[in-house]
């Protein structure tokens, strides 16, 4: 029995050891990262000044604030960070990419192959917002390792690479490591310009189809109307979804000059292309638009009838023939969405 007491103890005793040595090890590396920032924060205060002459000035050259060591780069990427929140410019960007691409490739190059996934996302993250340019390649290279990386820094790396190069997004777009959704292509696409846009249309028919209706959407956010050809090739799609985004964003660009091509949906079997149909031909000549609105508005879906109201209503002479729908139609649902839209200001 004493045998077991004493183990027991010996076990108790060793366990508190491993507990006080943990305590003190966190407090020690607590006392160094508050050590570390108060030595950032003063490096900070003491060459401000410098910094602010260096990049706002011309009067001192970036050889006076060269590094000597590992802190003082923590410090000057500390600066980066808070300058990037509070000031915009080419003139800045510039000369924080020249410091950066002499000084610091290595320390940034570094922290992307780092164990730590947290410090890998944040130097991701931190290279796409100082702008830092001549990173590329090695952002570049991640990809080409077997390592495996999350869904996070698959998609700050092909912002990155988005950001810094006018044509190498194109393979990573239509063949990612891993899965994209729609919420993840919209927001890789809205860094893109017109020019890369169209490079990634060129290859359109081999995209995922989550990516061509992206781009669909984009086309008509952004009123590219020389892209107007590939929204006409893509209401022959089979995929329902591909031709409703077509319609919205023919919709969206305000023409209406293959008006046959268009009618056709008007008699669909799907209400949400009948829907798009309603809103197109409000661009649309008056002789030529009412007769298909005035079909419309006795369309079973509320939406579609509404929709074709308020398309009536902004045509020519609209008032007057919303006012011949409510005292000549026959159709109750016809009536009631026009007397709606009648008095409402759009």
């Not at 003190?24 to 910094?51: H, N, S, T």
């Not at 490739?105 to 130097?123: A, G, M, P, V």
């Not at 781009?215 to 591909?242: F, S, T």
């Not at 939406?303 to 023939?321: E, F, P, T, Y």
Request: some cysteine; overall charge negative; aromatic content about 12%.
């Amino acid at each position: 029995m004493d045998k077991i007491l004493l183990s027991l103890l010996l076990v108790i005793v060793v366990l508190l050891i491993i507990l006080f040595a943990l305590f003190f090890l966190l407090v020690f590396y607590r006392m160094q990262e508050v050590k570390k920032k108060e030595a950032i924060g003063k490096y900070i205060e003491d060459r401000q000044v410098d910094w602010y002459e260096y990049l706002f000035g011309d009067g001192l050259s970036h050889v006076a604030l060269r590094p000597h060591k590992n802190l003082e780069l923590e410090a000057i990427d500390e600066l980066f960070f808070r300058i990037s929140y509070h000031f915009s410019s080419d003139e800045i960007n510039d000369k924080v990419n020249t410091f950066a691409s002499l000084y610091m490739s290595d320390y940034y190059s570094k922290k992307l192959t780092s164990r730590s996934r947290e410090l890998r996302i944040n130097t991701l993250n931190k290279i796409s917002l100082f702008n830092l340019q001549f990173m590329l390649d090695p952002v570049s290279s991640l990809l080409e390792k077997k390592k495996k990386h999350s869904k996070t820094e698959l998609l700050l790396i092909y912002e990155i690479i988005v950001k810094f190069s006018r044509t190498d997004f194109v393979t990573h777009f239509v063949a990612p490591k891993v899965p994209l959704g729609e919420f993840d292509y919209k927001k890789l696409l809205m860094e893109l310009d017109e020019e890369q846009i169209n490079l990634l249309a060129e290859d359109f028919n081999v995209l995922p189809e989550l990516l061509q209706l992206t781009i669909i959407e984009i086309i008509g956010v952004h009123h590219y109307l020389d892209w107007l050809p590939l929204l006409h090739q893509c209401l022959d799609n089979r995929a329902q979804e591909i031709r409703i985004r077509a319609l919205k964003s023919i919709a969206e660009l305000e023409v209406a000059n293959s008006l046959e091509l268009y009618e056709s949906f008007s008699h669909s079997t799907i209400w949400e292309e009948r829907l798009m149909t309603a809103k197109i031909f409000r661009f649309a000549p008056t002789e030529e638009a009412l007769p298909i609105l005035e079909r419309l508005i006795k369309d079973p879906n509320y939406q579609v009838r509404a929709q074709a109201a308020k398309s009536i209503k902004s045509l020519k002479n609209g008032h007057q023939a919303l006012y011949s729908v409510i005292t000549m139609s026959t159709d109750e649902f016809a009536i009631d969405v026009a007397e709606e839209m009648f008095g409402k200001e759009y």
